[in-house]
Nanobody, 118 residues
Framework: QVQLVESGGGLVQIGGSQILACTAS????????IAWFRQAPGEQRELVAL????????IYGDFAKGRFTFSTDGAKNMVFLQMSSLKPEDTAVYYC???????????WGQGTQVTVSS
């Protein structure tokens, strides 16, 4: 069982920046991958960024490229999402997700709300 706790959400001005953090209950080196997703009201959950642990594989959703940066701190079992040039359409609940293999399992955090407004 892996617990994920997100933090850092809140109200941000248009064009501003915000850093989200996700703390895992296990060493992230034990994970297969870890990712940020988001879900806006009435919309499907979509991938923001995903990192395969132990590799250089890192992908971003098209909307995130050039504005969002995914990073990890293995010593603290944490991953981060640095967001900049925020737009109203970035308003969503942001979720941390981890996957493990053997056995296969997927874990989600409770989410953190980010609201971008003037």
């Amino acid at each position: 069982q892996v617990q994920l706790v997100e933090s850092g959400g809140g109200l941000v001005q248009i064009g501003g920046s915000q850093i989200l953090a996700c703390t895992a209950s296990t060493d992230i080196s034990n994970l297969y991958n870890i990712a940020w997703f988001r879900q806006a009201p009435g919309e499907q959950r979509e991938l923001v960024a995903l990192r395969v642990i132990g590799s250089e594989f890192l992908i971003y959703g098209d909307f995130a490229k050039g504005r969002f940066t995914f990073s990890t701190d293995g010593a603290k079992n944490m991953v981060f999402l640095q967001m900049s040039s925020l737009k109203p359409e970035d308003t969503a609940v942001y979720y941390c997700r981890a996957q493990v293999i053997d056995p296969d399992n997927t874990y989600w955090g409770q989410g953190t709300q980010v609201t971008v407004s003037s």
